[in-house]
T-cell receptor, first 114, second 112 residues
Framework: GENVEQHPSTLSVQEGDSAVIKCTYSDSASNYFPWYKQELGKRPQLIIDIRSNVGEKKDQRIAVTLNKTAKHFSLHITETQPEDSAVYFCAARGRGTGGFKTIFGAGTRLFVKA | NAGVTQTPKFRVLKTGQSMTLLCAQDMNHEYMYWYRQDPGMGLRLIHYSVGEGTTAKGEVPDGYNVSRLKKQNFLLGLESAAPSQTSVYFC???????????FGSGTQLSVL
């Protein structure tokens, strides 16, 4: 079945450095790719998303890139801050025979050390 | 404007008991979703609804039922709880499609 693989599972960076999280998806029909940030004990919150007709999107210190040919997309956080510490989830949405599906990656725990 | 509200926040059940989780949204969203989140795994879609009176199965629907009798409410039922259903359950809603989904604060369910 369709799946989304996310790497790394844990990432530790120094404050001010960049962090990159990568996801690959299997369903070539996927057309929407959101990223969620989830702080400990809190709900997931959408931080950025990208559609399949766009290769890159930026929002301040956060950017997402999409390579449809290779079926992978990445989250880039620049100038990391301690408050960026959280679990980040990628997801891929596509429409299959059973209706649309959003498949989530397993998450990346990001630690930003002050 | 409360957004998405889930009740209860915590619940402990014994195997075989039943319960209903309530999700309410005040944003006039058409789409509503129930996810479960287990340690080391991402969110998995249980059931969803694309409008009042409609429901559809997600990735992991077995052991759950849902109802969307009113646009603002989406109920998740467990008829006979099993320990494998111990998880954190999140409800979400969106205007159309899962883009820009707004999540509730979650329900921690433990089945003993």
């Amino acid at each position: 079945g369709e799946n989304v693989e996310q790497h790394p599972s844990t990432l530790s960076v120094q404050e001010g450095d960049s962090a990159v999280i990568k996801c690959t998806y299997s369903d070539s029909a996927s057309n929407y790719f959101p990223w969620y940030k989830q702080e400990l004990g809190k709900r997931p919150q959408l931080i950025i998303d990208i559609r399949s007709n766009v290769g890159e999107k930026k929002d301040q210190r956060i950017a997402v890139t999409l390579n449809k040919t290779a079926k992978h997309f990445s989250l880039h956080i620049t100038e990391t801050q301690p408050e960026d510490s959280a679990v980040y989830f990628c997801a891929a949405r596509g429409r299959g025979t059973g209706g649309f599906k959003t498949i989530f990656g397993a998450g990346t725990r990001l630690f930003v050390k002050a | 404007n409360a957004g998405v509200t889930q009740t209860p926040k915590f619940r402990v059940l014994k195997t075989g008991q039943s319960m209903t989780l309530l999700c309410a949204q005040d944003m006039n969203h058409e789409y509503m979703y129930w996810y479960r989140q287990d340690p080391g795994m991402g969110l998995r879609l249980i059931h969803y609804s694309v409008g009042e009176g409609t429901t559809a199965k997600g990735e992991v629907p077995d052991g759950y039922n849902v109802s969307r009798l009113k646009k603002q409410n989406f109920l998740l039922g467990l008829e006979s709880a099993a320990p494998s259903q111990t998880s954190v359950y999140f409800c979400a809603s969106s205007y159309r499609g899962p883009a820009h989904s707004v999540f509730g604060s979650g329900t921690q369910l433990s089945v003993l």
